[in-house]
């Protein structure tokens, strides 16, 4: 099973990039954030004919999560749990062909000084404890998406630059870490322990992509059980160099 996470920064402006990398990539579930729409307009037709079924939770203007796969989904659930008045589309969580998969899009919390910092850790630890049950049936499980954690200094170009980002935090890290110590792995840094820089992530300012000042923002937490099957997890830095390419690229998951 070949599963791709992309924050796609608008699915309708990058129509054209995501769908000549779905036909020459071939994921067999594709998991999309910030897909930049309402529901009733996410361009699931394009997807379709591509083949895929496609179930998208989308607002207006922001956020949004989107999962796309070869096989039908079942058992969807569209929002993380624990927080009924959070309205904000960035969860989606489905079952293909034997493996719980949900697409993440994390919030970013910057500023730290405003609301959207707290919001940040109480939506990781609403996270923690939804994955924490998801252990209890022990069936195979892919949390992936965009987490908006560095969790380690080589994941950032500029360490001490971005100390204080809402990103990169003593907090936010910690949060990170209390989910894979539930026994979750990340499986990027897994398979490629001292594979640096390897970044999925590049603003459009100061010329970051051509001079690789990037993140590793965007990953994939597996169950023990589907741990056990990975076979690669790799960055495809590709889609980054495109016109009207999104900020982020895609990154893929490949199980047994």
């Not at 850790?121 to 923690?128: A, C, F, H, N, S």
């Not at 924490?132 to 892919?142: F, I, M, R, T």
């Not at 500029?158 to 990170?176: H, I, M, N």
Request: glycine share 6%; with cysteine.
């Amino acid at each position: 099973m070949k599963i791709a996470t992309w924050n796609v920064n608008s699915a309708k402006a990058r129509l054209p990039n995501i769908t000549e990398w779905l036909t020459e990539a071939a994921p067999d579930v594709v998991l999309f954030q910030e897909i930049k729409c309402e529901t009733a307009s996410f361009p699931a037709a394009a997807f379709e004919e591509l083949g895929y079924h496609v179930h998208a939770v989308g607002q207006k203007a922001y956020n949004g999560v989107a999962i796309l796969s070869k096989t039908p989904i079942t058992d969807i659930i569209t929002r993380l749990p624990g927080e009924v008045e959070d309205e904000q589309a960035r969860y989606v969580e489905g079952t293909i062909d034997g493996v719980r998969i949900a697409s993440i899009y994390l919030p970013n919390g910057n500023p730290v000084g405003t609301e959207k910092y707290p919001y940040k850790l109480r939506w990781m630890e609403r996270l923690r404890l939804h994955a924490a049950d998801l252990l209890k049936s022990e069936q195979p499980v892919v949390l992936g998406g965009d987490y908006n954690v560095i969790p380690a200094a080589e994941d950032v170009y500029d360490p001490v630059g971005w100390r204080e980002d809402a990103l990169f935090r003593q907090e936010t890290r910690l949060k990170f870490q209390e989910i894979l110590a539930l026994g979750y792995t990340e499986a990027f840094r897994t398979l490629h322990p001292g594979l640096v820089p390897a970044y999925s992530f590049w603003d459009y300012q100061a010329g970051a992509w051509p001079r690789n000042n990037g993140l590793r923002i965007d990953h994939f937490l597996l169950s023990p059980q589907a741990a056990d099957r990975i076979v690669a997890c790799e960055i495809d830095k590709g889609p980054r160099a495109k016109e009207k390419a999104s900020d982020h690229t895609p990154v893929i998951l490949t199980l047994a």
